[in-house]
């Protein structure tokens, strides 16, 4: 079992930055395959961006250019920096942890990212 707790988010205003965390428990956190996911209001919930457990990174066309996951396998945390926000990048965002080849995965709880003047 994988317990995640997601932090960094709030309200910014367009064009600013925010840095989302993700914590997660357990001794084997540098196998999994960790993901931040997003969702808003009315919306199918979107992969935004991913690193495996080798640090590949993949993103979302939307995050390309402005987003950056990164992971600290000392720490049990993976990152994701957001800059440049729009107010299109509100939503819930969450992160998920995949043991590859398992079809296991865990996710957090969410935290709040609001883009507004």
């Known amino acids: 079992q994988v317990q995640l707790v997601e932090s960094g988010g709030g309200l910014v205003q367009p064009g600013g930055s925010l840095r989302l965390s993700c914590a997660a428990s357990g001794s084997i956190f540098w196998l999994y395959a960790m993901s931040w996911y997003r969702q808003a209001p009315g919306k199918q919930r979107e992969l935004v961006a991913g690193?495996?457990?080798?640090?590949?990174?993949k993103y979302a066309d939307a995050a390309k250019g402005r987003f950056t996951i990164s992971r600290d396998n000392a720490k049990n945390t993976v990152y994701l920096q957001m800059n440049s926000l729009k107010p299109e990048d509100t939503a819930v965002y969450y992160c998920n942890a995949g043991l590859p080849d398992t079809g296991v995965d865990y996710w957090g709880q969410g935290t709040q990212v609001t883009v507004s003047s």
């Open positions: 690193i495996s457990n080798g640090s590949r990174t």
